[in-house]
């Protein structure tokens, strides 16, 4: 695999090159293309092995839909029209084993994101994390009480083309750099 961008020590290029793309092309995705990456999400690491994450997912063209595609800010609805599939990501804020609140469930739900975004990139497909849409909406939607965080939403795809997406998203579809580990990485105590 061609790495992309640059790191300052040796990493996997899966690493490197998963980047959050917005084009799609609209065309649908079966089971056998989408539930790997939800499988792959699924051996996370977790807090007690609870396993805290839940992605809900609609397909297009299906009853769910326009559903979860209307909860979606107005920036998001222009690309996300052409995903085959939007998820929402939920935790569950309580261990199943007494009910006792865990401080560590979006922790963990990142961590399954994490999971399903590099197993989308290995599969080559758009996989784009967003928090632009109703929250709210989203929980009342879905039913969940308040043993329930809405941490996220996803659109997955097939590739599309960036010349099919508005001018003002092209430059948004290039790989992003990151901070130096300098910034993010100390000994001892943040400076």
Known sequence: MKTIRKSEYNISPMILNRHSTRAMSGESLDEEEFMPLFEAARW???????????????????????????????????????????????????????????RTHSFDAGAAWENLALEGSRRKLVVHGMGGFDYEKAKKLLGLGDEYNIEMMVAIGKPGKTENLPKEYHVREQHSERKPLSEIVFEGRMK
Request: charged share 20%; glycine share 4%.
């Open 44 to 102: 996370a690491p977790s807090s007690h092995n609870n396993q805290h994450w839940r992605f809900i997912y609609a397909k297009r063209d299906t009853k769910y839909w326009d559903d979860f595609f209307n909860i979606l800010g107005e920036w998001n609805q222009v690309w996300c029209k052409n995903a085959a599939l939007l998820v929402i990501v939920v935790s569950k804020k309580t261990l199943d084993i007494n009910g006792k609140p865990v």
